[in-house]
């Protein structure tokens, strides 16, 4: 069996064929904040992928970050007068707890960028040394112009990526930049701003070339899959790939997955919007299952709308399959079980492997005299992430 996934870098739905360990890199959070769909919606994908490769018999290497030092949780440590290390500590306690209710499996590792300031060094200190990154006013910048790739996994044109970058942080007006598109890999850090020692100057490291450390350090100098947010193709991993393959000169990623951005009741999820729909609200509503099932109802590949009826529709779901699991016998689950796998290969279409399971419980209620039927549907749940032999609530 070949699962099929669509690869950004390639604009198309290509096979994902890795040996039999994958090394998958997905970035994790920053942890300034709540925990809100927008997180689980991304991390439910690379889960159901994760179970469906274990299902193939593959042994998955799953690594995500910890952004516990950037230009996002540094601000809002110093808006609360809090340590940034203390804000850090709390929020990762509330997504994990949240990850955990949800059913996402942990990560094989969990590295944390202020833990892994030694390899950022290194790695800058090759890129100085080979000239693809320069020093200057105490920052140093990637030189963008020594890497002809540059651009290939988004595909964006130049005045794109200028306004992208303007808009993400990397600030292309800066004048000490030979090119608005150099990013930062390291910078002088701001009085009340956590500094470390550098060969290059007392600082901080830019948010780009701390994944590019954690990612290698654990899973060497080529993934088999890197993963994020679609808000993360431009800037961040492009320039991730550049320079990754600068200092080793081999290809960083294979196969590049993006899961699409939600929104709420019509306007895009954002802080600043003040719209977040938080995951530990809706665990006080309703089920964790029905919540994964609800968002298991968009592809991870189709931006979507989150209404608080989608909740109600989740709920729904649930009962029909935990009251179908525990029946005694029902209809042949073979043909069903087919089409779960089928959907979940075919670009991890999770709303049709749901229609699947959920015609299963459909016929199981139904009736018939097949005792494996109930079985099926349980392995089935817990292939896509739902426990059906735990009571409801």
Known sequence: MTIRLFDTAQRSVVPFEP????????????????????HAATYLAYDLLIRRLEDLGHEVQMVRNVTDVDDSILPKARELGVPYLELAEKEMARFRSDMDALGMRPPMAEPRATESIDGMIELINGLLESEHAY????????????FPAFGELSHYGRD???????????????PHRRDPLDFVLWQPSLPDEPAWRAPFGIGRPGWHVECSVMAMHALGPTLDL?????DLIFPHHECEIAQSESVTGKPFVRHWMHSAMVSYEGEKMSKSLGNLVFVSDLLQRADARAIRLALMRHHYRAGFEWHDTDLDEGTALLHRLVAAAKCESGADPTPFAARVRDALDTDLDAPRALEALDDLASAILSGGDDASAPGVLR???????IDLSVALG
């Open 160 to 174: 794109h990526m200028v306004k992208l970058a303007r808009a993400r942080g990397g600030n292309p007006d800066d």
């Open 135 to 146: 020093l200057t006013h105490g920052t140093v910048f990637f030189d963008i112009s020594t």
């Open 19 to 38: 040996g039999d360990v994958v090394r998958m890199y997905v970035c994790g959070i920053t942890p300034y904040d709540s925990t809100h769909l927008g």
């Open 226 to 230: 890197h993963g994020g947010g679609t």
């Open 379 to 385: 392995d089935l749940g817990i292939l896509l992430g």
